[in-house]
């Protein structure tokens, strides 16, 4: 099992990037949470935003609330980070995160790849 994240890149500030995250590697998975996390340049990783089952209960950082936007495909086991209103201090590497269950081995944390994410002013 393992979560894809592909996504980011560079942008003006204003402008919007979506990230997607998808987890694959078996045939039956069960997506109990996932979400994103960053690095900014000098500073520890920090949640960005994430989707925890049962009941779909959504978190952001309050620096991104009402600028992101998580959502999710439970048929596709993906989920998508819309990045609205970019700014600079948005720049990082954003990682992917989940708790997924699969048959193989049961309930398990995974990252994915960090994507960086750029926003120039």
Known sequence: VQLQASGGGLVQAGGSLTLSCAACGS???VVNRIGWYR???GQQRELVAR???PGERIAYADS???RFTISRDNAKNTAWLQMTSLKPEDTGVYYCEG???SRAQG???Y???GTQVTVSS
């Open 27 to 29: 045939t039956f998975l």
């Open 39 to 41: 690095e900014r340049p």
């Open 51 to 53: 989707i925890v089952q």
């Open 64 to 66: 991104v609330k009402g």
């Open 99 to 101: 708790n997924i269950y």
């Open 107 to 109: 309930s398990v944390d």
């Open 111 to 113: 990252w994915g790849q």
